[in-house]
């Protein structure tokens, strides 16, 4: 478990990760992590890592309303620099919010095209219907669990429905929902880190949502297929 959490990234941290410390400690302080502008893209993968970690093992959040998402994104942006740095509390995205997206400030860090606010994703006057939606869709489906979780994903990119780290707390509820349907979270850790492999290819399916260019088929079955992937690692690594 801890290999799956730190990965290659210890010596990625200024100073070094010291990889014995208890696994809860070195989760916490992997949240800490800094260094080089140069590897910060492996220090956001270990921060993302650990942040799963901590969550599913304290096992204590459920959605049961929208605001349960709020408390999700707290959860999902914790110490994430980029994130917290813009806005600190739990809120929904509203119109008077001039950049919405990450990829308008940060999109150079990791070689993706920025996101055009002014053109793309849900109306903020929309965010609450949507939400309620989605929390409907989580709570009433009656599709596979593996469905719901990986499904959610498009309903969520496609609201937006926060200012920012919208990526950050749709995956952390994509794996809470496989969690709660049985997953082991060393495969859900698995399946983050196959998702960061094929990073811009992500990329360019979320802008396919947010910019309403996609088709929910298509991006169910890509999550559904680095799922199958991430069981595959976790199989052969055991």
Same mark, same amino acid.
């Given at each position: 478990m801890r290999r799956l959490i730190v990965g290659d990234a210890a010596d990625a941290c200024a100073p070094p990760l010291d990889t014995q410390l208890p696994l809860e400690d070195l989760c916490e302080r992997a949240l800490e992590a /800094?260094?080089?502008l140069d590897r910060g893209v492996e220090r956001k993968h270990l921060r993302e890592r650990a942040r799963l970690h901590l969550h599913l093992s304290r096992g204590e959040w459920r959605l049961d309303a929208p605001a349960d998402l709020l408390v999700l994104w707290d959860v999902a942006t914790r110490r994430e620099p980029l994130v917290r740095n813009f806005i600190d509390e739990p809120r929904w995205r509203t119109a008077d919010d001039i950049v919405p997206f990450t990829g308008a400030r940060s999109a150079w860090l990791f070689g993706i095209q920025p996101l055009r606010p002014e053109? *793309?994703?849900a109306d903020p006057c929309d965010i609450a219907s949507l939400?309620?939606?989605i929390v409907s869709f989580v709570r009433e489906s009656d599709l596979p669990p593996e469905l719901? *979780?990986?499904?959610v994903e498009f309903p969520m990119l496609f609201t937006h429905p926060f200012v920012d780290?919208?990526?950050h707390t749709t995956r952390l509820l994509t794996c809470d929902l496989l969690h709660k349907a049985g997953y082991s979270v060393a495969s859900l850790l698995a399946l983050i880190d196959c998702l960061h492999e094929v990073r811009p290819q992500v990329s360019q399916m979320v802008k396919g949502v947010v910019m309403r260019d996609a088709l929910s088929e298509e991006f169910v079955a890509f999550y559904m297929g /680095?799922?199958?992937a991430a069981q595959e690692r976790? /199989? *052969?690594f055991a």
């Open positions: /800094r260094g080089p053109s *793309a994703t939400v309620n939606s719901v *979780a990986c499904g780290g919208n990526g /680095r799922l199958l976790v /199989r *052969a």
